[in-house]
């Protein structure tokens, strides 16, 4: 299941990234940008969900990636988790994030660095 749900909201991490941007709402990714935000997306919906042990799956995962022109990027993905996770903090989550597209804004806004 936790397979699945990272596959899901990796993917949908990339198809929203291409919807925003065809909206005049979001960047034009290039390729690593978009793996980055895909994975950003997907981490954030397992902060969301309080799915700590999973969100780190996904980091550790990504540290396990062989370099290439696109994978992998840990240190801002660990980075964007963490300013994601103080963040939301002090906030109720569910005010905070209403929808996938919520999930977008944040991967996109909350800063890696």
Same mark, same amino acid.
């Given at each position: 299941?936790?397979? &699945? ?5 990796? *993917? ?14 979001? #960047? ?5 940008? %978009? ?7 997907? &981490? /954030?919906?397992?902060?969301?969900? @309080? ?5 780190? +799956? @996904? ?8 370099? =290439?022109? +696109?994978?992998?990027?840990? =240190?801002? !993905? !660990? ?7 103080? %963040?939301?903090? =002090?906030? *109720? @989550?569910? /005010?905070? @994030?209403?929808?996938?597209? =919520?999930?977008? +804004?944040?991967?996109? $806004?909350? #800063? #890696? $660095?």
């Amino acid at each position: 299941q936790e397979i &699945v749900y990272y596959l899901a909201s990796h *993917e949908f991490g990339h198809c929203i990234a291409f919807h925003q941007a065809q909206l005049g709402n979001g #960047p034009i990714l290039n390729p690593k940008e %978009h793996e980055l935000m895909a994975d950003k997306v997907s &981490v /954030a919906f397992f902060d969301v969900n @309080v799915k700590d042990t999973s969100a780190e +799956r @996904v980091l550790k995962f990504n540290r396990t990636l062989v370099e =290439d022109k +696109r994978h992998p990027h840990p =240190d801002k !993905l !660990l980075r964007g988790h963490e300013n994601l996770k103080t %963040h939301l903090s =002090d906030k *109720e @989550v569910r /005010a905070e @994030v209403k929808s996938m597209a =919520d999930l977008y +804004r944040f991967a996109l $806004t909350i #800063p #890696p $660095t």
